[in-house]
């Protein structure tokens, strides 16, 4: 009993933090990187299903053009661009 429990309560948590890695990454990221991660016309290469540890990397230090984003839910926004299909 007490592993499903536990098991329910790591989901939900993981739910959250999806929903709200999706949420910031539409304020902060959608407009440069397309909807979906699967580029736009500033940003045309796709970073959809791109792993987290790259993605992380890139909000925290910057990449290319990109300069470092100040995101609090940064893993979560990260775990949520590794969780996009790719196109």
């Known amino acids: 009993m007490k592993r499903s429990l536990f098991a329910v309560a790591a989901l939900l948590l993981a739910s959250t933090a999806l929903a709200d890695g999706a949420e910031t990454y539409a304020k902060k990221c959608a407009a440069c990187h397309g909807k979906e991660g699967v580029g736009a016309k500033m940003v045309p ?20 053009k990109m300069k470092p984003v100040a995101i609090d839910d940064a893993a979560a926004v990260a775990d949520y661009v590794a969780g996009l299909k790719k196109k």
């Open 45 to 64: 290469t796709p970073i959809a299903g791109t792993a987290a540890a790259q993605v992380l990397k890139a909000i925290k230090e910057g990449k290319g």
